[in-house]
């Protein structure tokens, strides 16, 4: 079965930058988007960044300007840029691929700290 893994998490300053990587363990077909999800402890997972097929993106409003998400089709890879880290974006950040039949994959996270 194939399985997303995600790296790049760590402990970072404030102001400072990490970059997430997502990548499927296998092929998956028929990808439609991907995206950046992330939890907060005592939060409900919610959605930072999407990326569809053709390249266009969404940010939530608290991520707009500081993170760039971006996708390589051929390697079944996502990434998520992120600078100007808060102590606010502390987090386990999970990547999703969505096929376009509506089956989802989920990576199992991988955890970014922000500190002050």
């Known amino acids: 079965q194939v399985q997303l893994v995600e790296s790049g998490g760590g402990l970072v300053q404030a102001g400072g930058s990490l970059r997430l990587s997502c990548a499927a363990s296998?092929?998956?077909?028929?990808?439609?988007?991907m995206g950046w999800y992330r939890q907060a402890p005592g939060n409900q997972r919610e959605l930072v960044a999407t990326?569809?097929?053709?390249?266009?993106?969404y940010y939530v409003d608290s991520v707009k300007g500081r993170f760039t998400i971006s996708r390589d089709n051929a390697k079944n890879t996502v990434y998520l840029q992120m600078n100007s880290l808060k102590p606010e974006d502390t987090a386990v950040y999970y990547c999703?691929?969505?096929?376009?039949?509506?089956?989802?994959?989920w990576g199992k996270g991988t955890l970014v700290t922000v500190s002050s």
């Open positions: 990326i569809t097929k053709g390249g266009s993106t």
């Open positions: 296998g092929i998956i077909f028929n990808i439609n988007h």
């Open positions: 999703k691929m969505a096929r376009a039949d509506g089956i989802n994959y």
